[in-house]
C-alpha cells in the first residue's frame, strides 16, 4: 500500500510492507524540485536512515530496475534521456 501527499515543496509517497511478517519499517520518498530522500526509520539503531539522490540518479535507478546486467550511461543528446549500454552484460560475453 502507499499514500501520496502534496506538500507546499515537496511530494510525499509513503510505502507500507504489507507482505509476510516480519513486515519492514515505512518508506518516505520526498520528492523536492533538487532531489529525492528516501527515509526509513532502522529499529535496530532507532533512529531514521536517510538517502538522497539528484533527479539524474532517480531517473537512473527507474530505469535500471528493468535493464539486464551490465554498464550504462544515460546521454542527454539522445531521445527523452534514453541509456546507452558501454559494455555488453556478463552473460553476452565471451
Known sequence: MFTIEHEF?????TLVDEGQVPLQEDVVVNGFEECITV??????????QKITL???QMRDLGAAISLPEGVYSRSDA?????????TQ??????
Open 89 to 94: 552484460s556478463s552473460d553476452t560475453q565471451s
Open 9 to 13: 515543496d515537496s511530494t510525499v509517497i
Open 54 to 56: 539528484s533527479i539524474a
Open 39 to 48: 527515509e526509513q526509520y532502522d529499529t535496530r539503531l532507532n533512529q531514521i
Open 78 to 86: 539522445l531521445p527523452s534521456g534514453a541509456l546507452t549500454s558501454d
